[in-house]
């Protein structure tokens, strides 16, 4: 089963939209992330969370707001999109204390027209 | 900022043959070091860290050396396979809090012939 749920895997929008990338996990952690992959800038972090508070944000736009309603939920709206958001967008989680490995998703890709 | 510099942007071999791909850090202090992998359509995969000098990670046949005098964590393999064909991303975190960012490199492609 899968331990990280990303929904959905594709994504299509049209330019000035808004959009949720849904995020669950089940391995029990107390850190969540959001990391954003593209051609012209792999695997950029962008957010992370620790018990359900911001700790640190790396996003210079405030259209891209985390939102944790649950200790295992992260998701991700992004308002008034535009085509250079177009990217695949992953969760992460890793236990919490420590140096600790973060566990990613499946990823949702994101296009925007 | 901290950073991690992968020299090889692609490494091409065959089968049984050994890998190398480098990898050089700039950090403050005693960051942790990572290897994760990544295959098509996948998000990333961790293989190992090493969080202290001289420290070896490994997993899967892959190690890695903290090296702190040299500022790297340079990943091996003996023998290459076909199925170890993927994305290999070098990353460093801070040493001691959680909920912290990771920083990757590049990502090195890795491409395995018969």
């Known amino acids: 089963d899968p331990k990280i749920i990303q929904k959905p895997k594709y994504l299509v929008a049209v330019t000035g939209s808004e959009k949720i990338l849904i995020c669950e996990q089940y391995l029990g952690h107390n850190a969540m992330y959001w990391y954003r992959q593209s051609a012209k800038k792999p695997l950029e972090f962008m957010f992370s969370?620790?018990?359900?508070?911001?700790?640190d944000n790396q996003t210079a736009s405030s259209r891209f707001q985390p939102q944790s309603s649950k200790k295992n939920h992260l998701d991700l709206q992004i308002t008034a999109l535009k085509p250079d958001d177009s990217a695949t967008y992953f969760c992460?989680?890793?236990?919490?204390?420590?140096?600790?490995?973060?566990?990613f998703g499946p990823g949702t890709r994101l296009t925007v027209l | 900022g901290d950073s991690v510099t992968q020299t090889e942007g692609q490494v091409a071999l065959s089968e049984e043959d050994f890998l190398t791909i480098h990898c050089n850090y700039s950090?403050?202090?005693?960051?942790?070091l990572f290897w994760y992998v990544q295959y098509p359509g996948e998000g990333p995969q961790f293989l190992f860290r090493a969080s202290r000098d001289k420290e070896k990670g490994s997993s899967r046949g892959f190690e890695a050396t903290y090296d702190k005098g040299t500022t790297s964590f340079h990943l091996r393999k003996a023998s290459v396979q076909e199925s170890d064909s993927a994305v290999y991303y070098c990353a460093l975190g801070p040493p001691t809090s959680s909920g912290q960012k990771l920083v990757f490199g590049q990502g090195t492609i890795l491409k395995v012939y018969l």
């Open positions: 950090a403050s202090g005693y960051p942790a």
């Open positions: 969370y620790s018990y359900q508070k911001l700790m």
């Open positions: 992460a989680s890793s236990q919490d204390g420590g140096a600790r490995e973060q566990y």
